[in-house]
């Protein structure tokens, strides 16, 4: 399977009724604009990869809207992932088929797990990925797994749950902390380290980046890791003004530079 050469920084949409928001804890849903728009600014800032999330398919059990991921691989100029609604191997195929690179499996991946590994047969490994929504419970504040938009726990520990999707044939692990999302607070090092040492497949996390130095230092502390992030590139400025924004070459070039696998 092939790895990840270097760092990524990936913006992650988030859709709902076919429009971009942006949401705080998974709650609070905020309209920010047209997703299609969001993409064609983020082909002409040359972004690495792109994430977008249906956040109701899964909720309403709705199939993924095949006419917007259609729309959104025509417009890309940058590699895909969608996520939102996927339940069958047939749903990972036709997504595919209309030009995105990977598929985002979440809630499917715990209630279907053999799902990814005939996902995997039918498109290759490379192109799905286990999306791993997480937050802290209980008096220990204990990392546990949640699907259905952060409503419902699953009983996994997020490490456990990573080693468990990469053999069933997982070809990417995202790690998104529910806590973090929408806070802008840094990333959740804590729970990146732990996932990060279950597994070797390459790995995406999502939820906390408010400046480009969590950034710098996520990737300086863990070198090839994807470094995804939704309000830092959809928001500008401390009163939150809607500005899609993205690190110019030479600043992203700063960013990564010297980090470990990148030297």
Same mark, same amino acid.
């Given at each position: 399977?092939?790895?990840?050469?270097?760092?990524?920084?990936?913006?992650?949409?988030?859709?709902?009724?076919?429009?971009?928001?942006?949401?705080?804890?998974?709650? &609070?849903?905020?309209?920010?604009?047209?997703?299609?728009?969001?993409?064609?600014?983020?082909n002409e800032k040359?972004?690495? &990869?792109? *994430?977008?999330?249906?956040?109701d398919a899964t909720? =309403?059990?709705?199939?993924?809207?095949?006419?917007?991921?259609?729309?959104?691989? #025509?417009?890309?100029?940058?590699?895909?992932?969608?996520?939102?609604?996927?339940?069958?191997?047939?749903?990972?195929?036709?997504?595919?088929?209309?030009?995105?690179?990977? *598929?985002?499996?979440?809630?499917?991946?715990?209630?279907?797990?053999?799902?990814?590994? &005939?996902?995997?047969?039918?498109?290759g490994n490379q192109?799905?990925?286990? $999306?791993?929504?997480?937050?802290? $419970?209980?008096?220990?504040?204990?990392?546990?797994?949640?699907?259905?938009?952060?409503?419902?726990?699953?009983?996994?520990?997020? #490490?456990?749950?990573?080693?468990?999707?990469?053999?069933?044939?997982?070809?990417?692990?995202?790690?998104?902390?529910?806590?973090?999302?929408?806070?802008?607070?840094?990333?959740?090092?804590?729970?990146?380290?732990?996932?990060?040492?279950?597994?070797?497949?390459?790995?995406?996390?999502?939820?906390?980046?408010?400046?480009?130095?969590?950034?710098?230092?996520? *990737? =300086?502390?863990?070198?090839?890791?994807?470094?995804?992030?939704?309000?830092?590139?959809?928001?500008?400025?401390?009163?939150?003004?809607?500005?899609?924004?993205?690190?110019?070459?030479? &600043?992203?070039?700063?960013?990564?530079?010297?980090?470990?696998?990148?030297?």
């Amino acid at each position: 399977m092939p790895r990840m050469l270097r760092p990524r920084i990936i913006p992650c949409l988030l859709v709902k009724n076919g429009g971009l928001v942006k949401t705080v804890r998974f709650g &609070e849903p905020k309209y920010v604009g047209d997703p299609i728009n969001a993409v064609r600014i983020f082909n002409e800032k040359e972004v690495d &990869e792109l *994430v977008v999330v249906d956040i109701d398919a899964t909720m =309403h059990n709705r199939a993924p809207n095949y006419t917007l991921i259609a729309n959104l691989a #025509a417009e890309c100029r940058m590699p895909l992932c969608y996520g939102g609604g996927v339940t069958s191997v047939d749903q990972v195929e036709k997504i595919i088929s209309l030009g995105v690179e990977k *598929v985002a499996i979440g809630a499917a991946a715990v209630k279907t797990p053999e799902l990814i590994s &005939e996902a995997a047969i039918r498109v290759g490994n490379q192109s799905i990925v286990v $999306v791993l929504d997480v937050k802290k $419970v209980g008096l220990f504040r204990r990392y546990e797994v949640f699907i259905q938009n952060g409503t419902l726990g699953t009983g996994f520990e997020p #490490a456990e749950f990573a080693r468990r999707a990469e053999a069933l044939g997982a070809g990417e692990i995202v790690v998104n902390n529910i806590d973090r999302d929408g806070e802008m607070s840094g990333y959740d090092l804590e729970l990146i380290s732990r996932v990060r040492d279950a597994t070797s497949l390459p790995m995406s996390v999502l939820g906390g980046a408010g400046s480009l130095n969590d950034i710098r230092d996520l *990737v =300086h502390k863990f070198g090839i890791i994807g470094a995804a992030a939704g309000s830092l590139f959809v928001f500008k400025g401390k009163y939150r003004a809607v500005l899609i924004n993205y690190p110019g070459r030479a &600043e992203k070039d700063a960013l990564l530079l010297n980090s470990k696998g990148n030297t």
